[in-house]
């Protein structure tokens, strides 16, 4: 009776010492400038925790990451307490692409065309052929730009038409004398 009044009292001491165990949760961005992180701190063990990743302008959530493992998808991570833990939240740069074509396609052509990381500054260039003039850049059926080379801050996939025209002339005849 008495080894298993101590027993019990042992095991009492070790629940209580675990009772008022606490833990720190530390939260970082990779990269720092993808986004906020927010939820860390000192928690009792035991307790949920809730850490939430905010991506900034341009970014998007990837994921979180614990010692390089991934531990959640989600932007709002919940979980219980029951060790001290160093969290990364995941941040990509959201990227676009731009697309260029000629319109007629003998009439010259495109440069610029490409991959860029949202808010992004790029140019667009219209060369045209011989025997033709640069009209200028459509999106759809809408005219965006009348200037060959068109530069413009990239926030969505876009695909632009560089027009040209034909050159034509006028021959006039006469006749010497009439």
């Known amino acids: 009776m008495r080894k298993l009044l101590a027993v019990s009292f042992v095991l009492l001491i070790a629940a209580l010492k675990l009772q008022g165990q606490t833990y720190t949760i530390s ?18 063990s035991g307790a949920s925790a809730t850490v939430t990743a ?3 302008s341009g970014y998007s959530f990837v994921n979180w990451t614990e010692s390089g493992s991934p531990v959640s998808s989600s932007a709002s991570y919940t979980f219980p307490v029951s060790a001290n833990r160093t969290l990364v ?16 396609t003998a009439g010259g052509s495109t440069s610029g065309g490409g991959t860029y990381n949202s808010g992004a500054s790029a140019t667009v260039t219209a060369t045209p052929n011989s025997g033709y003039s640069f009209v200028n850049w459509t999106e759809g059926s809408t005219e965006v730009s009348s ?32």
């Open 89 to 104: 939240a995941n941040f990509s740069q959201i990227t676009y692409t731009i697309s260029t074509s000629s319109s007629p």
């Open 27 to 44: 939260t970082s961005s990779n990269p720092t400038d993808g986004g906020t992180t927010s939820g860390d701190g000192t928690y009792n």
């Open 147 to 178: 200037s060959a080379s068109y530069t413009f801050t990239v926030s969505a996939n876009r695909t632009l038409v560089a027009n040209f025209s034909q050159i034509t002339y006028t021959i006039s005849t006469s006749s010497s004398p009439t």
């Open 54 to 56: 905010t991506p900034n």
